[in-house]
């Protein structure tokens, strides 16, 4: 990568953009001022860390809209400015000033273009900079406003000696232009045309995969953060600008990114350029890019995954390139590594930041090793949940010998096959949770686990070994799920399924930090108010019937015993009576 102080130090070899707000160097202008006059010139829609220099160029006579006598500022480099003049080569290889033998002649010639002027005046800019020395001028930065006060009217080559490090709104692009300066007081606005770039990734609330084609993004789904279950495929896309190429040869475009380690690389589903004229088709240039996966060693201080590039985007383009869009659609895997949060914290997140190296020097070719320019980094973050639950029994206390098995979906729509899980021994591996030795952890296992066999897989969670709670990591927010009492503790009845309708996540607004992490839960039947990511499970006790030897028999004896003593005294009585009868 090219480090921003090189570029500085290259200062002689910046970036020249002329100003359309400048009028660079037409020639028929004139201007007259008295000695004791200053000249300002505001350059405005700067920065904070951004100074400029002024080189004055020619001088001359201007009187009635004709300047006359002109002359080179410092008579003392005319021949060797009028050399670096003549060496000027265009793109079609022709030599504009090959013929000049004044400076009259090269001011003609600079007034004359046409289609080339802006180019030539560049070229030019860039020619005369290592010949004149700096103007004595003071300088002053307030409010966005940078003012170069000259002791002289002329024509300068006025350029940015230094840039800050690229920030939100500004990238690093130099500027250098030709300007007239015959008032006291002119403003321009320094056209510093660099790129940028915006990084979104997809929120599956509602739809679980983007509709992506050879367009802009237009559905609502795409923000700086998503939410996913272990092993699903997250969708990202990076936007970057074309600035205008016209005062370059050749341009470089190197779309950089990197992904932590919870996310494994997928695939750049497609590259496609918007134009920015409405109604132009949009154009698929996947093929004109390359992609390479792994890191670049021209970076020092990013590891790349992987990153996209065109040696010469003004060749793709061509005559397409009228500042629109490069949007850059891919994927990635949420991984087994993936950092998982069991709270509202600010740590527990998996990023994807992406930046862009793009050529900043058109006095230079835009490809190899020469000047480039880096927009600041964009980082979208994904997120994968928790969700809790702890058996107990009719007086809510601990309960042990329960089994829960996960399934996709509810109702009609659950899953006919459980969802695979990992059962988490080692502790160290429960990132983002406080590990608690009561609880059995459990996540989601990936397609490439379940394929390769390499890890265990379960189905039930267990609540053995005297634990009475259980953890599962890797869920999605936008997925319901239905856990299912599988194996009951003895003596006690199988409790209904419990249904995780939502897990309701809100995040700050750079969405790297989450502050809401709650559940909707239907237990037992009955929908339960929206709570923490967690559920007590309760189980009762089954009925107990009567049984042989028991009570029951003894009651039943008793009873018999009374109908044989009751039918004894009815005989006796009948006995009795008939006796008396007699």
């Known amino acids: 990568m090219k480090n921003t102080k090189r570029a500085r130090r290259a200062a002689a070899f910046a970036a020249a953009v002329v100003m359309a707000a400048c009028a660079a160097v037409p020639m028929g202008s004139s201007f007259s001022a008295s000695a004791e006059d200053t000249y300002t010139v505001t350059i405005d829609n700067t920065v904070s860390g951004y100074t400029y220099a002024a080189y004055k160029i020619f001088s001359g006579n201007l009187s009635g809209g004709v300047l006359s006598n002109i002359q080179w500022a410092d008579a003392s480099k005319a021949t060797e400015a009028l050399k670096a003049a003549k060496d000027i080569t265009l793109a079609d290889a022709s030599k504009p000033f090959e013929g000049c033998t004044s400076a009259a002649d090269v001011a003609k010639v600079l007034g004359d273009a046409t289609e080339t002027k802006a180019v030539l005046a560049e070229k030019f800019a860039a020619a005369m900079e290592p010949i004149f020395t700096t103007a004595d001028v003071t300088d002053d930065y307030t409010d966005g406003k940078y003012e170069l006060i000259l002791p002289t009217a002329g024509y300068y080559l006025i350029k940015n000696t230094d840039i800050p490090a690229a920030s939100a709104d500004k990238g690093t692009s130099y500027t250098k232009f030709i300007l007239r300066v015959s008032e006291t007081s002119t403003t321009v606005t320094p056209k510093t045309d660099a790129p940028t770039l915006e990084k979104k990734i997809w929120h599956n609330d509602t739809v679980a995969e983007p509709t992506i084609g050879n367009a802009t993004p237009t559905e609502a789904g795409w923000g700086d953060v998503g939410d996913n279950q272990i092993g699903d495929t997250v969708y990202y896309y990076t936007k970057t600008s074309v600035p205008d190429m016209s005062n370059y040869d050749t341009y470089k475009y190197i779309i950089r990114d990197q992904m932590s380690a919870g996310l494994t690389m997928g695939e750049v589903t497609n590259i496609v350029y918007v134009p920015k004229t409405a109604g132009a088709s949009s154009i698929d240039i996947k093929a004109n890019a390359v992609i390479t996966k792994g890191d670049d060693a021209d970076t020092t201080d990013f590891t790349e995954t992987f990153y996209v590039s ?180 003895a003596t006690y009845n199988t409790g209904d399924d419990i249904v995780i309708n939502k897990l309701h996540t809100t995040y700050n607004t750079a969405g790297d930090e989450m502050t809401v992490l709650k559940a909707d839960i239907t237990n037992e039947g009955v929908a339960l108010a929206t709570v923490e990511n967690s559920v007590q499970i309760q189980n009762k006790k089954g009925s107990t019937l009567p049984s042989t030897g028991g009570i029951g028999t003894t009651m039943f004896y008793v009873g018999g015993g009374v109908l044989v003593a009751g039918a004894g005294v009815i005989l006796i009585t009948k006995k009795r009576a008939k006796k008396d009868a007699e």
């Open 310 to 489: 065109f040696a010469d985007l003004k060749d793709v383009l061509k005559t397409n390139a009228d500042g629109g869009y490069i949007y850059t659609y891919y994927t990635a895997t949420l991984n087994k590594d993936a950092l998982v949060s069991n709270s509202a914290n600010a740590t527990q997140h998996n990023d994807n930041t992406a930046y862009l190296t793009y050529s900043n020097n058109p006095n230079h070719s835009g490809s190899g090793d020469n000047e480039t320019g880096d927009t600041p980094k964009d980082t979208v973050y994904d997120w994968t949940l928790t969700f809790n639950g702890s058996k107990v029994d009719e007086k809510n206390d601990p309960l042990t010998g329960a089994g829960f098995t996960l399934y996709a979906g509810f109702g009609d729509s659950v899953s006919a096959e459980p969802i695979q899980l990992v059962a988490i021994t080692d502790l160290t591996q429960v990132n983002g949770v406080a590990a608690d030795e009561n609880t059995n952890y459990y996540r989601i296992a990936t397609a490439a686990e379940i394929a390769d066999g390499s890890v265990t897989k379960v189905t039930e969670m267990l609540q053995n070994d005297g634990k009475t709670k259980f953890m599962i990591l890797g869920l999605d927010d936008a997925k319901p799920y239905t856990l299912k009492e599988t194996t009951t503790p």
